[in-house]
């Protein structure tokens, strides 16, 4: 090919064409970065009956992070699940939600679901295995404030008949 200099016009339509072709690649740089959800880690590593387990992941958005939810369930989704909104720390980028105990053991499934403040979603769900923990059995009687209660007013409902009971059999003395 001969130097044969370009035409004003053939000089706009190259430069146009570079200007197309180099806009994805400033696109892709200044493009924020996706929702992300981290692998989560609970505590305790391995929970007791009466242990409350705090799942804590990261979750980062270019957007920012809307909400983060934590889904479990104690019979492997048949009919039982739960959702417990986690709370979120935009400057450690940490979410942390709570489960409660499971007194009779047991084994928690669970996913996390999070959305960014352009309402974009993303789940972590293990690749569809589900993150797991295992609680084993408690070992022994474990009575709850109510039960305790219900206790204590069976307890003071037969001391008060066994008192009349005394009280009505005793020997009296008869009068003159």
């Known amino acids: 090919m001969s130097g ?60 920012g992070v809307k909400n983060v939810t934590i889904h479990y369930s104690t019979d492997n989704w048949k009919s039982t699940n739960t959702t417990v909104v986690s709370s979120y720390n935009s400057t450690s980028q940490r979410a942390i939600a709570h489960i409660p105990p499971l007194y009779n053991g047991g084994n928690v499934t669970y996913y996390i679901v999070a959305f960014d403040n352009n309402n974009n979603k993303a789940t972590n769900d293990n690749n569809g295995n589900y993150f797991t923990y295992n ?38 003395r008869p009068t003159s």
Request: proline share 10%; glycine share 10%.
């Open 4 to 63: 044969k200099p370009l035409s004003p016009y053939s000089k706009r339509i190259a430069f146009a064409l570079s200007l197309l072709l180099f806009l994805p690649a400033i696109a892709t740089v200044a493009a924020p970065p996706g929702l992300r959800i981290s692998t989560p880690s609970i505590s305790p590593a391995s929970p007791g009956p009466n242990d409350q387990v705090t799942v804590n992941v990261t979750v980062t958005a270019g957007s």
């Open 135 to 172: 609680v084993p059995a408690g070992s022994g009687f474990t009575a709850t404030t109510g039960l305790w209660i219900q206790i204590g007013v069976v307890i003071a409902a037969v001391g008060a008949a066994v008192s009349v009971g005394f009280y009505s059999l005793r020997h009296r």
